[in-house]
C-alpha cells in the first residue's frame, strides 16, 4: 500500500462544475497535508495547506481534512480551462523527520 | 516575493560524468528540500536539510550527496550519472514552525543524461 494514495485520473469535469479531489494516507501520525498544482513541465505550486479536521477554504478551492478515516480532499468550484493540471496530495509527519510524501498525483482536465 | 532558485535550469550529461545543482532557498527559510521527478512520476524525495544539517534521507542513491552551506544555499552532487538519472529535480524550501512547513518550490533543473 502507499503512503499516500491518489486516483490518477484523468477527471474531466465541464467549465463552471466543482472538481473533487481525494487522497488517502496511511500514516496516522502525519499532522501536515498539502494541495499541489502541477502543469506539465513546471514545478509543484502550493495551492492550499491544512492541519486540523474541518474544511478550509481559499478563495475557489475548499481543502478537507478528515483525521479519523485518513482522508483529505481538495474541491475546486466554478472550475476552469486553466484549472486543468495534476494535482498533487502531499501529507507530511513529524514521527521520523519532517519528509513530505507525495501522492501520484490526480490529472484534471476542465473542459470549456 | 523571493522564490526559491535553482541553477543551473537545463544540464546535458554524458554516462559516468558528475553534475552539481544548485539551490538557494526562499530567504529566511530555514529548511531545503530536494526531489526527483521522473516523466508521469510523483516527485520523490531525496534529502532535506534544516538550518544546514541533514534532517531526513529519502531514496538518495550512494551516488548523490548534498550539503547545505552557511548561507542556506544547498548543492546536488551526483556522480557516475546514469541514463536513468534523467529527471527533474526540484529544491523546495521552507520555514518550520511547529508541525507546518509549507514547501515552495524552484523551478527545477533539467537533468538529461546521453
Same mark, same amino acid.
Given at each position: 500500500?502507499? +503512503? *499516500?494514495? &491518489?486516483?490518477?485520473?484523468?477527471?474531466?469535469?465541464?467549465?463552471?462544475?466543482?472538481?473533487?479531489?481525494?487522497?488517502?494516507? #496511511? !500514516?496516522?501520525? #502525519? &499532522?501536515?497535508?498539502?494541495?499541489?498544482? &502541477?502543469?506539465?513541465?513546471?514545478?509543484? +505550486?502550493?495551492i492550499?495547506?491544512?492541519?486540523?479536521?474541518? !474544511?478550509? +477554504?481559499?478563495?475557489?478551492?475548499?481543502?478537507?481534512?478528515?483525521?479519523? #478515516?485518513?482522508? *483529505?480532499?481538495l474541491?475546486?468550484?466554478?472550475?476552469?480551462?486553466? !484549472?486543468?493540471?495534476?494535482?498533487?496530495?502531499? *501529507?507530511?509527519?513529524?514521527?521520523g523527520?519532517?519528509?513530505?510524501?507525495?501522492?501520484?498525483?490526480?490529472?484534471?482536465? *476542465?473542459k470549456? | 516575493?523571493? =522564490?526559491?532558485?535553482?541553477?543551473?535550469?537545463?544540464?546535458?550529461?554524458?554516462?559516468?560524468?558528475?553534475? @552539481?545543482l544548485?539551490?538557494?532557498?526562499?530567504?529566511r527559510?530555514?529548511?531545503?528540500?530536494?526531489?526527483?521527478?521522473?516523466?508521469?512520476?510523483?516527485?520523490?524525495?531525496?534529502?532535506?536539510?534544516?538550518?544546514?544539517?541533514?534532517?531526513?534521507? =529519502?531514496?538518495?542513491?550512494?551516488?548523490?550527496?548534498?550539503?547545505?552551506?552557511?548561507?542556506?544555499?544547498?548543492?546536488?552532487?551526483m556522480?557516475?550519472?546514469?541514463? =536513468?538519472?534523467?529527471?527533474?529535480?526540484?529544491?523546495?524550501?521552507?520555514?518550520?514552525?511547529?508541525?507546518?512547513?509549507?514547501q515552495?518550490?524552484?523551478? =527545477? @533543473?533539467?537533468?538529461?543524461? @546521453?
Amino acid at each position: 500500500q502507499k +503512503e *499516500v494514495e &491518489q486516483n490518477s485520473g484523468p477527471l474531466s469535469v465541464p467549465e463552471g462544475a466543482i472538481a473533487s479531489l481525494n487522497c488517502t494516507y #496511511s !500514516d496516522r501520525g #502525519s &499532522q501536515s497535508f498539502f494541495w499541489y498544482r &502541477q502543469y506539465s513541465g513546471k514545478s509543484p +505550486e502550493l495551492i492550499m495547506s491544512i492541519y486540523s479536521n474541518g !474544511d478550509k +477554504e481559499d478563495g475557489r478551492f475548499t481543502a478537507q481534512l478528515n483525521k479519523a #478515516s485518513q482522508y *483529505v480532499s481538495l474541491l475546486i468550484r466554478d472550475s476552469q480551462p486553466s !484549472d486543468s493540471a495534476t494535482y498533487l496530495c502531499a *501529507v507530511n509527519s513529524r514521527t521520523g523527520g519532517f519528509k513530505t510524501i507525495f501522492g501520484a498525483g490526480t490529472r484534471l482536465f *476542465v473542459k470549456a | 516575493a523571493a =522564490g526559491v532558485i535553482q541553477s543551473p535550469r537545463h544540464l546535458i550529461k554524458e554516462k559516468r560524468e558528475t553534475a @552539481t545543482l544548485k539551490c538557494y532557498p526562499i530567504p529566511r527559510h530555514d529548511t531545503v528540500y530536494w526531489y526527483q521527478q521522473g516523466p508521469g512520476q510523483d516527485p520523490q524525495f531525496l534529502i532535506s536539510f534544516y538550518e544546514k544539517m541533514q534532517s531526513d534521507k =529519502g531514496s538518495i542513491p550512494d551516488r548523490f550527496s548534498a550539503q547545505q552551506f552557511s548561507d542556506y544555499h544547498s548543492e546536488l552532487n551526483m556522480s557516475s550519472l546514469e541514463l =536513468g538519472d534523467s529527471a527533474l529535480y526540484f529544491c523546495a524550501s521552507s520555514l518550520r514552525v511547529g508541525a507546518r512547513n509549507e514547501q515552495y518550490f524552484g523551478p =527545477g @533543473t533539467r537533468l538529461t543524461v @546521453t
